[in-house]
T-cell receptor, first 113, second 114 residues
Framework: QKEVEQNSGPLSVPEGAIASLNCTYS??????FFWYRQYSGKSPELIMS????GDKEDGRFTAQLNKASQYVSLLIRDSQPSDSATYLC?????????????FGAGTRLTVKP | EAGVTQFPSHSVIEKGQTVTLRCDPI?????LYWYRRVMGKEIKFLLHFVKESKQDESGMPNNRFLAERTGGTYSTLKVQPAELEDSGVYFC????????????FGSGTRLTVV
């Protein structure tokens, strides 16, 4: 079983729609969760972090965490063509930097005009 | 604030040669990480420095890989001798000392071994 699993996609949504990206993780003790966006040929860019169960909103982005289900998701509202990228889910075993982040393989999102 | 800097951005070498990748983290970031992404696969952890000390090198694939972080500043990752399966994108990331707010990644070095 992979440590962090994501649907590889591609996920295609029309402009203005909600894009929903999902991620599950295997280590029940994980405490820090992150979403990175990676454009083709570029480095991963941190867009959201979440540490507690529930929702966290930042602009058009909402991260949702359910530790009991070992599930974290990212919702992108009013999707724009510029949101087209690969979205990486990352999980850290602890809140501090004694542990190292593990990444999913990423979900490729395409937003069609 | 300058970001994480990596160079070279691309390197093409022949099997059996040596390549050294360099990473300059964000100033003040004690934590420095190396990751690698092989085509089609997830980003894989290689190792983690705290200042000049190796905190965790469990992801290093074999003894052909040697990482150093002189004086707790920049880091180098040497591959010697390179093999075909070493091809991929090598990312460096750094983070603040304590609470994990997430890593800042460099732009990566694309290594191709032919």
């Amino acid at each position: 079983q992979k440590e962090v699993e994501q649907n590889s996609g591609p996920l295609s949504v029309p402009e203005g729609a909600i894009a929903s990206l999902n991620c599950t993780y295997s280590d029940r003790g994980s405490q820090s969760f992150f979403w990175y966006r990676q454009y083709s040929g570029k480095s991963p860019e941190l867009i959201m972090s979440i540490y507690s169960n529930g929702d966290k909103e930042d602009g058009r982005f909402t991260a949702q965490l359910n530790k009991a289900s070992q599930y974290v998701s990212l919702l992108i509202r009013d999707s724009q063509p510029s949101d087209s990228a690969t979205y990486l889910c990352a999980v850290n075993a602890g809140p501090y930097n004694n542990n190292d982040m593990r990444f999913g393989a990423g979900t490729r999102l395409t937003v069609k005009p | 604030e300058a970001g994480v800097t990596q160079f070279p951005s691309h390197s093409v070498i022949e099997k059996g040669q040596t390549v050294t990748l360099r990473c300059d983290p964000i100033s003040g970031h004690d934590n420095l990480y190396w990751y690698r992404r092989v085509m089609g696969k997830e980003i894989k952890f290689l190792l983690h420095f705290v200042k000049e000390s190796k905190q965790d090198e469990s992801g290093m694939p074999n003894n052909r890989f040697l990482a150093e972080r002189t004086g707790g500043t920049y880091s180098t990752l040497k591959v010697q001798p390179a093999e075909l399966e070493d091809s991929g994108v090598y990312f460096c990331a750094s983070s603040q000392r304590d609470f994990n707010y997430g890593y800042t990644f460099g732009s990566g070095t694309r290594l191709t071994v032919v």
